[in-house]
C-alpha cells in the first residue's frame, strides 16, 4: 500500500475506532436514552443487559480493534477489509430493513447515512490500496 494510502486508512480507521468508543460509551452510559433514540424498547433485566453487552461492550471493542493501525500498522489492510465488510452488510440489512419494515425514526436515516459513509470511504481505500501494487508492505 502507498504510503499516503495507508496513512490516511490509518487516520480513516482511527476515527471510525473513536466513533464507535463514542457511541459504545453512550450506550452503556445512557441505555434507555439511546435505545429510545433507535427505537428500541428495552425491558428490565434480559433486555437492557442484552442492550449494554451489544450495542455498549461490542460497539467499545470495535472501537478498540479500529483503532489498533494506529499502533501496528500491519493491520490497516486486514482492518480495512473488515470494516469494508461490516459496513457493507450493514448497508445491505439496512436497505432491506427498509423494504421489510415502516416507522423509520430520524435516528435510523441518520445512522443509514454513516453506513453507507463508512462503507464507501472503506471500499474507496481499500482499492487504492489493491491498485499501488504494494499491498506487501502492509
Known amino acids: 500500500m502507498e504510503r499516503t494510502t495507508m496513512q490516511a486508512a490509518r487516520f480513516f480507521l482511527a476515527f ?26 428495552l425491558q428490565k433485566g434480559s433486555g437492557q443487559s442484552e442492550f449494554f ?10 472501537g478498540l480493534i479500529f483503532l489498533m493501525p494506529l499502533l501496528w500498522s500491519e493491520f490497516t489492510r ?39 459513509a463508512i462503507f464507501l470511504a472503506s471500499a474507496g481505500l481499500l482499492l487504492m490500496s489493491s491498485t499501488t501494487g504494494k499491498t506487501s508492505e502492509i
Request: proline content about 3%.
Open 16 to 41: 471510525v475506532g473513536l466513533c464507535y468508543l463514542t457511541l459504545g460509551v453512550w450506550c452503556s452510559a445512557a441505555p434507555s436514552h439511546t435505545s429510545n433514540s433507535v427505537g428500541f424498547d
Open 78 to 116: 486486514p482492518l480495512l477489509i473488515a470494516c469494508v465488510l461490516i459496513h457493507g452488510l450493514s448497508v445491505v440489512f439496512r436497505a432491506i430493513s427498509f423494504l421489510l419494515f415502516s416507522g423509520m425514526g430520524t435516528t435510523t436515516y441518520v445512522l443509514a447515512g454513516v453506513e453507507w
Open 53 to 62: 453487552t451489544v450495542y455498549g461492550g461490542v460497539e467499545l471493542a470495535w
